[in-house]
């Protein structure tokens, strides 16, 4: 087991986590690059993948998610997200070099060079591929096409105040893919759970943003959290809305029973929680309560898995 060293912190990573204490020291700055210590980020990807994935159980009459898709979503999930955070870093390295929170990362602070990062990245991605082409061909088609948005995504706080729409659009492209992946083709419940995703990670990440946007103001990086201010809780209250509505039209659509409600409302009372506690000037409260949507997205899915279960044995 490796000791932790001073030149091992980083600012904005999490402090005694087992990337430190396990990991040789050669490793973490990789381990940090597709940020292995802050599993929230895969989490919040992998839940539209999941989300949609028991949708499609319910809607073809199965009783359980199917196991080897949610398998191939979680590697996924963990793989792409860390390519997309050392794409990321790759293209905001002056940002983070500019910005206290952030210059301590890899890249800007010569632990990892451009070009190894480059490699990093497509090794990432290669085993993403690896997952991808285990589907349907559709869905490889499908999962190609969100390449371009996730491509164009981190310049995207430099030209507007909605990067975390853009964001939105890469998160929750799983939304389709689960469906996709089990039937081959696009409905209209998978497309109004991808909208409803959409809302769901502004609102998140809108609460995320709030954390930098002092820093943001400084180097010029835009976000809604700087757009709506003091209107954030209101912005929240619309956004959350918004998806509840739009996830529970997708369940309609799909012939989801009780249980999925049931989750949904599960879920709406915790999101209704992030609002009532959050402090906009409060960092480390902006944190914690961006963390939680992991729970946002246990709620959802269990109530999903929960009616195909209890649907399987009624019929």
Same mark, same amino acid.
């Given at each position: ?11 904005d990573?999490?402090?005694g986590?087992w990337?430190?204490r396990m990991?040789p020291?050669?490793?973490r700055?990789?381990a940090?690059?597709?940020r292995?210590?802050?599993p929230i980020?895969w ?7 999941w989300?949609?994935?028991a949708?499609a159980?319910?809607a073809g ?5 199917n196991?080897w898709?949610l398998?191939?979503?979680?590697v996924g ?5 860390g390519?997309?955070?050392t794409?990321?870093?790759?293209v905001d390295?002056?940002?983070d070099?500019?910005?206290?929170r952030?210059?301590s990362r890899?890249i ?7 070009a190894?990062?480059?490699l990093f990245m497509?090794?990432?991605?290669s085993?993403?591929l690896?997952?991808l082409i285990s589907f ?9 096409a969100s ?5 164009v995504?981190?310049?995207m ?14 998160f929750s492209w ?5 469906w ?9 419940p998978?497309?109004?759970l991808?909208?409803?995703a959409?809302?769901w990670t502004i609102?998140?990440d809108t ?8 820093? &943001?103001v400084?180097v =010029?990086?835009r976000?809604?959290?700087r757009?709506?201010?003091? #209107?954030?809780?209101?912005? /929240? *209250?619309?956004?959350?809305a ?9 369940c309609?659509m799909?012939?989801?029973?009780v249980?999925?409600f049931?989750g949904?409302a599960?879920a ?10 959050? &402090?906009?000037?409060? =960092?480390?409260r ?7 949507? #992991?729970?946002?997205?246990? /709620? *959802?899915?269990?109530g999903?898995?929960?009616d195909?279960a209890?649907g399987?044995l009624?019929?």
């Amino acid at each position: 087991m490796s000791e932790v060293h001073p030149t091992d912190i980083v600012a904005d990573a999490v402090r005694g986590h087992w990337v430190d204490r396990m990991l040789p020291r050669s490793w973490r700055p990789y381990a940090r690059l597709m940020r292995l210590e802050r599993p929230i980020g895969w989490w919040l990807l992998l839940w539209p993948c999941w989300w949609s994935t028991a949708l499609a159980a319910v809607a073809g009459h199965r009783a359980t998610p199917n196991p080897w898709h949610l398998a191939l979503f979680l590697v996924g999930a963990i793989v792409m997200r860390g390519a997309g955070c050392t794409y990321n870093d790759i293209v905001d390295r002056d940002i983070d070099t500019a910005v206290a929170r952030t210059r301590s990362r890899p890249i800007p602070s010569g632990q990892v060079s451009v070009a190894r990062a480059k490699l990093f990245m497509l090794a990432q991605t290669s085993v993403g591929l690896v997952a991808l082409i285990s589907f349907n061909w559709f869905s490889v088609a499908l999962g190609c096409a969100s390449l371009l948005i996730v491509a164009v995504y981190p310049f995207m706080k430099r030209i507007t105040d909605w990067p975390q729409f853009v964001l939105g659009l890469a998160f929750s492209w799983g939304a389709l893919m689960g469906w996709a992946a089990s039937f081959g083709r696009l409905d209209w419940p998978a497309v109004l759970l991808y909208a409803g995703a959409i809302l769901w990670t502004i609102g998140y990440d809108t609460i995320y943003a709030h954390q930098d946007k002092e820093d &943001d103001v400084l180097v =010029g990086v835009r976000s809604t959290a700087r757009l709506f201010g003091s #209107r954030t809780k209101p912005a /929240l *209250i619309v956004l959350y809305a918004g998806a509840l509505v739009l996830i529970g039209w997708a369940c309609g659509m799909a012939g989801a029973g009780v249980a999925a409600f049931v989750g949904l409302a599960a879920a709406a009372v915790h999101m209704g929680w992030q609002i009532v506690r959050l &402090d906009i000037d409060d =960092g480390d409260r902006c944190l914690e309560l961006f963390r939680s949507n #992991r729970e946002t997205g246990w /709620l *959802i899915f269990a109530g999903l898995v929960a009616d195909a279960a209890i649907g399987a044995l009624l019929r």
